[in-house]
Nanobody, 124 residues
C-alpha cells in the first residue's frame, strides 16, 4: 500500500494561484505515472492532469488546460499541480493518484493508489 499525502490546498480569490503537492514515499515512485483528479460539491469526480514517469509527457483536461501545470520531482518522490488563473468552478477536493503503469491519462481505472484529498476553494 502506498500512502499519498496531498498538501497546499486552501482559500484563494478568483484569478489567484495555488500549488498542490503530493508526497508518495517509496523507491518505485519514478516508475509510475501520477495524476490529479478533483470532485466538486454535488458532482462526480473528474480528471484534471496526469504526468508520465518521464515528465515530458503530460495530459490535461480541457477545463484546466493552459491554466494548470503538472510536474514531478522523482528525487523527492513528489508530484505538483500549479494552478493559475483560478476560477470559482475550480472549487473542489483535489486528489493525487498513482497509476498502474508508467503512462496514464484520464480514466480513474488507470490509477491504483489515492490520497485523502485537499480542499481548494476559489471565491468570486
Amino acid at each position: 500500500q502506498v500512502q499519498l499525502v496531498e498538501s497546499g490546498g486552501g482559500l484563494v480569490q478568483a484569478g489567484g494561484s495555488l500549488r498542490l503537492s503530493c508526497a508518495a514515499p517509496g523507491r518505485t515512485f519514478s516508475r509510475y505515472a501520477m495524476g490529479w483528479f478533483r470532485r466538486a460539491p454535488g458532482k462526480e469526480g473528474e480528471f484534471a492532469a496526469a504526468i508520465a514517469w518521464s515528465d515530458n509527457l503530460t495530459y490535461y483536461a480541457d477545463s484546466v488546460k493552459g491554466r494548470f501545470t503538472i510536474s514531478r520531482d522523482n528525487a523527492k518522490n513528489t508530484v505538483y499541480l500549479q494552478m493559475n488563473s483560478l476560477k470559482p468552478e475550480d472549487t473542489a477536493v483535489y486528489y493525487c493518484a498513482q497509476a498502474n503503469s508508467a503512462v496514464a491519462r484520464g480514466s480513474s481505472l488507470e490509477y491504483r493508489y489515492w490520497g485523502q484529498g485537499t480542499q481548494v476553494t476559489v471565491s468570486s
